[in-house]
Each structure stands twice: as C-alpha cells, then as structure tokens.
C-alpha cells in the first residue's frame, strides 16, 4: 500500500499529512511552528548579525577577509528548514512512507530540499511552489490535489 506524505509549509509554519492512496484524504501526521526571532532578543544573548566584538573575517584578524554576509531570516529559515528535513529523513528512513510531495513557499523548497537525504529526495514524487498553510480540510484537499496534478503535468 502505498504511504505518500504530503508537506506544506511557509518559514513559519508546515504540517506533513500522510495522504491516503484510495480517496486521497489527509491525517495530520506532525505540525511545526517558527517564530522568527527578534533582533533585541538576539542583542541579548549577545549574537548582534554585525559581529560586534570580533575583528574582521573568520580569524578575527584586521586583514581584508569578511565573512559572507547572510542575512538573520535566511539563517532562521535555514534552520527551520533543516528541523522539517530531520522528520521527513527519519520517516523515510523508518519507511512510514513510499513518496514525498512537497508544497512549500519558494524560499523555504529550495533549504528544504537540499537538506534532504538522498533516500528522501529519491522518494520526491511531486513538488509545488504555494503555501497553502492557511487552507483546512476539504478545501486544503482539494488544493493539494490540484497542485499535484499540476506538478506532475511539468515533468
């Protein structure tokens, strides 16, 4: 029987749903939140993104080296991104599941899908750029399906 996990997400919130194969209905599986955090609550730990207190580049030395500049929201996606991967990685490599279809904002698909295994990344059936985190039920099913079809229609 075939298990085919569906993830929708934005950089603040996913679901993954496991999608039936008969009537393609969706059970919550997990839910994740990420609040993004704020420039004053980083200050406070200390980790100001201009690396105040350390001279310049890697090695700390006044030479011309610099470290890229990354910006504070890419990091926390990144993150965030990497969290939803650990699950999606573990479920496939426990096989709870036969494919992947991932539905995801344009930002996050990208992080999510290169911190992807290969095992998961072998078992990507479709992919979808939306977010339709905001959507319930019938009305989220119904999408889902479309987006699918739609995927599945570029390849």
Known sequence: MEKTWVLIANS????????????HSLTQLADF????????????EGDLTGAAGKGHGRTAHAGTQFEPHTEAR????????????????????????????????SPMLGE???CLDVAAKKLLHASAVGDLTGFSAA?????????????????
């Open 112 to 114: 999510l899908r290169s």
């Open 74 to 105: 890419a990091k926390e996606r990144a993150a965030f991104a990497r969290q939803i991967a650990n699950y999606i990685n573990d479920g496939v490599a426990q096989k709870l599941c036969t494919s992947l279809v991932l539905i995801v904002t």
């Open 12 to 23: 603040e919130l996913a679901y993954c749903f496991e999608r039936a194969s008969t009537d």
């Open 139 to 155: 009305d989220l099913q119904s999408r889902v399906d479309s987006a699918i079809q739609s995927s599945e229609g570029k390849s």
């Open 33 to 44: 939140t990420h609040r993004h955090q704020r420039l004053s609550d980083k200050a406070r």
